[in-house]
């Protein structure tokens, strides 16, 4: 049974970088059949897209936060890693990694548990 | 950006009875890229429906999806106690890959 599970610190100051990691269980990372995206969504509301990534590298992110976000892969560890700098009290949020089915559809269809990260000084 | 519209944003209704949610898209969305999540307090969601009809590995019949173009439709045919949730309808027919913004079901 695949299994995603995010890692990283709670807390960020404005300002700071954000860092979180996803490890993936009971699968590859490497897998030609599927992506990895990272979700999130602030407490009481919907859900954001961040950005997409395939084990290559070749990543897609939502354009309201490229300038900030950035996509890796760690094959090896079987990781992807999500980085998103400057932050503000806007970012504050549970985010998600995910599994994304690219073919013929696209959706997200196994999730990890969410790590919350708030933003403040 | 195609922004997807949820409503009702909450729904009021008894288990044993009917649901019908709806995802209106402010431009057409391929049917390939609809699909629609559950989502339960404080857990992650989980994919219900992709391909705008296609159920998800271990999704009872009771859930099902319908529509094309603007106008996608989830519905619940009768109402488990398990169901009373969040649900979310996404896309990615263009990007960035947006999400609606949720419709509550909840126990009348």
């Known amino acids: 049974q695949l299994q995603l599970q995010e890692s990283g610190p709670g807390l960020v100051k404005p300002s700071e970088t954000l860092s979180l990691n996803c490890t993936v269980s009971?699968?590859?990372?490497?897998?030609?059949?599927?992506?990895w995206g990272w979700i999130r969504q602030p407490p009481g509301k919907g859900l954001e897209w961040i950005g997409s990534?395939?084990?290559?590298?070749?990543?897609y992110y939502n354009p309201s936060l490229k300038s900030r976000v950035t996509i890796c892969v760690d094959t090896p560890k079987n990781q992807v890693s999500l980085k998103l700098s400057s932050v503000t009290a806007a970012d504050t949020a549970v985010y998600y990694c995910?599994?994304?089915?690219?073919?013929?559809?696209?959706?997200?269809?196994?999730w990890g548990q969410g790590t919350l990260v708030t933003v403040s000084s | 950006e195609i922004v997807l519209t949820q409503s009702p944003g909450t729904l009021s209704l008894s288990p044993g009875e009917r649901a019908t949610l709806s995802c209106r898209a402010s431009q057409s969305v391929s049917s390939r890229y609809l699909a629609w999540y559950q989502q339960k307090p404080g857990q992650a969601p989980r994919l219900l429906i992709y391909g705008a009809s296609s159920r998800a590995t271990g999704i009872p019949d009771r859930f099902s999806g319908s529509g094309s173009g603007t106008d996608f439709t989830l519905t619940i045919s009768r109402l488990e106690p398990e169901d009373f949730a969040v649900y979310y309808c996404q896309q990615y027919g263009s990007s960035p890959l947006t999400f609606g913004g949720g419709t509550k079901v909840e126990i009348k």
């Open positions: 990534i395939y084990y290559s590298g070749n990543t």
């Open positions: 995910a599994r994304v089915v690219v073919y013929p559809q696209y959706y997200f269809d196994y």
């Open positions: 009971g699968g590859s990372i490497s897998s030609s059949s599927y992506y």
